[in-house]
């Protein structure tokens, strides 16, 4: 059963990541839909500082695909995948650009657009419904 949150300024999605990490639990593959400006990358970019990644978390909508890293409290260094499947037309091209061994690696993946790969992803993937509301606040939905 999803679950939502509503927000009303983008100063909560720290916050707001921080919490759907947890309900996450072991759980590291995000699938994000919501149609485009509401906010995907931004909740993305708050799950990585969350993670604590240092570089510059952008939309790989060009590249498909961008690679951050964090470093563990036991001081293991660990990747981040964050896809943007927007340009891409068939699950082929998904394929292959790489998308199956980021989606199937140990490492957390936040996937944009991810109904092109849905066959593609866990059973128990993460996923989560950006809308906006008539008031420009914002309802994230999750499972």
Same mark, same amino acid.
């Given at each position: ?8 300024s983008v100063d909560e999605l720290p916050e707001v ?23 995907? @990358? ?14 510059? $978390? @952008? ?12 470093? %563990? ?22 394929? %292959?650009?790489? $998308? ?30 950006? @809308? ?12």
């Amino acid at each position: 059963m999803f679950q939502e949150i509503i927000i009303e300024s983008v100063d909560e999605l720290p916050e707001v990541a921080g919490e759907l990490l947890k309900k996450a639990g072991a759980r590291k593959k995000f699938a994000l839909t919501g149609d485009l400006g509401a906010g995907k @990358t931004a909740l993305i970019q708050a799950f990585c500082k969350r993670l604590g990644v240092r570089q510059n $978390v @952008t939309s790989p909508t060009f590249a498909i695909a961008n690679e951050y890293s964090y470093t %563990e409290d036991d001081g293991r260094e660990q990747v981040v995948h964050h896809l943007d499947l927007y340009r891409l037309k068939t699950e082929q091209e998904a394929i %292959e650009a790489g $998308v199956v061994e980021m989606v199937e690696d140990a490492n957390f993946c936040f996937i944009e657009w991810p109904d092109l790969i849905d066959s593609l992803l866990p059973e128990d993937v993460f996923r989560i419904k950006i @809308t906006i509301l008539p008031s420009a606040a914002r309802k994230i939905l999750f499972l």
